[in-house]
């Protein structure tokens, strides 16, 4: 039988006076410390959706976080590639109406996030 615990936690008191586990995902410090962007936080649902058995995979092996911010930047950078693919066929309007531009760029961000969900995001890694 087993009497040694399975892991050595360090514990941090907080200013409550409470004790909390300093609790490391992966092997990274700094990975598990970024933050998260849209499309890394969509990738993860979707796994939770329609993928479970390779998240817990993921988590397991310590690798999420990696994965999560991998699949952001990946977005990320596709995204700014493709509103300048779109901006080339459909060019800003050549008036002086700030709405009629802000719209015209919104519509263009939004159709570049609506291919990246499809490309990117909805992909299993």
Do not use: C
């Amino acid at each position: 039988m087993r009497t040694e615990p399975l892991m050595n936690l360090s514990y941090r008191q907080a200013e409550d006076g409470m004790m909390y586990p300093e609790i490391q995902i992966s092997q990274e410090v700094q990975t598990d410390k970024t933050p998260v962007g849209k499309f890394g936080r969509a990738w993860k649902a979707y796994m939770m959706e329609h993928h479970p058995h390779r998240l817990s995979e993921l988590i397991a092996q310590g690798e999420i976080n990696k994965m999560i911010l991998q699949v952001d930047e990946e977005a990320e950078n596709r995204k700014e590639a493709l509103i300048q693919e779109l901006l080339s066929a459909q060019p800003m309007p050549e008036t002086e109406d700030t709405l009629e531009r802000a719209d015209h760029m919104n519509m263009i961000t939004l159709t570049a996030e609506e291919i990246i969900q499809s490309e990117v995001v909805l992909k299993v890694r």
